[in-house]
């Protein structure tokens, strides 16, 4: 079974820092375009991030461009989304997903995600 198992969430004062995991089984993580996405109380999803296979390209969305980071390590079948200089509005449930073609921000398709792993930003 294929699945995505995030990890790493939890409460945050404001200017913190969380490190999110993303773990993928029943596939093989290196052949797929992964995603962060989130989605904050009475809010639709919103696109945070995008690499590619070999993590040599990644994209954000403007609101964490410069704070946040993602990256794989495809032998260990992870992928993380390093998050700095949180604020209130980063509170959200974020969760990692499998794209199902090369696609970049918001629109995108995918077929695999996790149950998503809470971010609590608050002082």
């Known amino acids: 079974q294929e699945r995505l198992v995030e990890s790493g969430g939890g409460l945050v004062q404001p200017g913190g820092s969380l490190r999110l995991s993303c773990a993928a089984s029943?596939?093989?993580?290196?052949?797929?375009?992964m995603s962060w996405v989130r989605q904050a109380p009475g809010k639709g999803p919103e696109w945070v991030s995008t690499?590619?296979?070999?993590?040599?390209?990644?994209r954000y969305a403007d609101s964490v461009k410069g704070r946040f980071t993602t990256s794989r390590d495809n032998a260990k079948n992870m992928v993380y989304l390093q998050m700095t200089s949180l604020k209130p509005e980063d509170t959200a449930l974020y969760y990692c997903?499998?794209?199902?073609?090369?696609?970049?921000?918001?629109?995108?398709?995918?077929?695999?995600r996790g149950q998503g792993t809470q971010v609590t930003v608050s002082s």
């Open positions: 690499i590619n296979t070999g993590g040599s390209d990644t």
């Open positions: 997903a499998r794209l199902t073609r090369i696609c970049f921000g918001l629109n995108c398709e995918y077929d695999v």
């Open positions: 029943g596939f093989t993580l290196n052949s797929w375009y």
